[in-house]
């Protein structure tokens, strides 16, 4: 599959959750309430999609402005239109390129990763790259995956990872310390919060495709079915989610 139907087909599966990690709306507003983000703070998304975080940021903190980096050019049209309609659209400029590319030439109060970590390599490079852009004593939002428990055979194929991809959860927070900063806050997603996400990111998908027939239909419903099995028959209980939220050091 093409990047463009990758990413059109992401779109479609997240219409009911636009939230692209298995997290809840109530513990997003959570996890940004803990930041007590101060007057006129600069926000920085990396791997930004549509947008849900950082939208949901600018509603918390009315007087803050934002930058969302993405490279699929149909998410970044799709928070467009979300900030019109939320009436925050003059509080926040879309790049389209590389999360890894956008340029460190600003300091910023708050830098969000979640579920991005792959566009830099991996957890530590993504702290390492998070750190150019933040303010002494800033903050890193940071979601992540982990071992929920040790992965099966089966698992690993059905993720096509291996047991050294990701490490278990003290591991993770350490891994994240280790890079010069400090937890002041963390949020572990449950197995209710999976479920949602993944039924809403199959079913959604699998909905469109029922309505809409044709090819794209047929390419969203092996991508649904893909997806589930991939979900229910390998890392439901096993792979886990944390949502970091950490303040750099020195």
């Given at each position: 599959?093409?990047?463009?139907?990758?990413?059109?087909?992401?779109?479609?599966?997240?219409?009911?959750?636009?939230?692209?990690?298995?997290?809840?709306?109530?513990?997003?507003?959570?996890?940004?309430?803990?930041?007590?983000?101060?007057?006129?703070?600069?926000?920085?998304?990396?791997?930004?999609?549509?947008?849900?975080?950082?939208?949901?940021?600018?509603?918390?903190?009315?007087?803050?402005?934002?930058?969302?980096?993405?490279?699929?050019?149909?998410?970044?049209?799709a928070a467009e239109e979300n900030a019109d309609i939320q009436g925050v659209w003059e509080r926040i400029r879309l790049?389209?390129?590389?999360?890894?590319?956008?340029?460190?030439?600003?300091?910023?109060?708050?830098?969000?990763?979640?579920?991005?970590?792959?566009?830099?390599?991996?957890?530590?490079?993504?702290?390492?790259?998070?750190?150019?852009?933040?303010?002494?004593?800033?903050?890193?939002?940071?979601?992540?995956?982990?071992?929920?428990?040790?992965?099966?055979?089966?698992?690993?194929?059905?993720?096509?990872?291996?047991?050294?991809?990701?490490?278990?959860l003290p591991g993770t927070v350490a891994a994240a310390e280790s890079t010069g900063f400090h937890t002041v806050y963390?949020?572990?997603?449950?197995?209710?919060?999976?479920?949602?996400?993944?039924?809403?990111?199959?079913?959604?998908?699998?909905?469109?495709?029922?309505?809409?027939?044709?090819?794209?239909?047929?390419?969203?419903?092996?991508?649904?079915?893909?997806?589930?099995?991939?979900?229910l028959h390998g890392y439901r209980r096993t792979l886990g989610f944390v949502t970091l939220l950490l303040q750099r050091?020195?």
């Amino acid at each position: 599959m093409v990047t463009m139907e990758r990413q059109f087909i992401s779109h479609l599966a997240h219409r009911d959750h636009p939230i692209a990690a298995p997290v809840s709306g109530a513990h997003v507003t959570r996890l940004l309430r803990r930041a007590r983000l101060p007057e006129g703070a600069r926000i920085l998304d990396l791997g930004c999609g549509e947008a849900a975080w950082t939208l949901r940021a600018l509603a918390l903190y009315e007087d803050a402005t934002a930058d969302g980096v993405d490279i699929s050019p149909v998410a970044l049209k799709a928070a467009e239109e979300n900030a019109d309609i939320q009436g925050v659209w003059e509080r926040i400029r879309l790049h389209e390129k590389p999360a890894a590319d956008f340029p460190a030439v600003e300091r910023y109060d708050l830098v969000i990763c979640v579920g991005a970590t792959h566009a830099f390599g991996g957890l530590g490079p993504t702290l390492d790259h998070v750190r150019r852009y933040l303010r002494p004593n800033g903050l890193a939002l940071v979601g992540e995956g982990f071992w929920e428990r040790e992965p099966t055979p089966e698992a690993l194929t059905r993720l096509d990872a291996k047991p050294s991809d990701l490490l278990d959860l003290p591991g993770t927070v350490a891994a994240a310390e280790s890079t010069g900063f400090h937890t002041v806050y963390a949020y572990t997603s449950d197995l209710s919060e999976w479920d949602d996400y993944e039924w809403s990111w199959t079913g959604t998908l699998l909905r469109w495709a029922n309505e809409n027939p044709g090819p794209d239909a047929d390419k969203a419903r092996a991508a649904a079915l893909e997806h589930r099995d991939m979900w229910l028959h390998g890392y439901r209980r096993t792979l886990g989610f944390v949502t970091l939220l950490l303040q750099r050091t020195g």
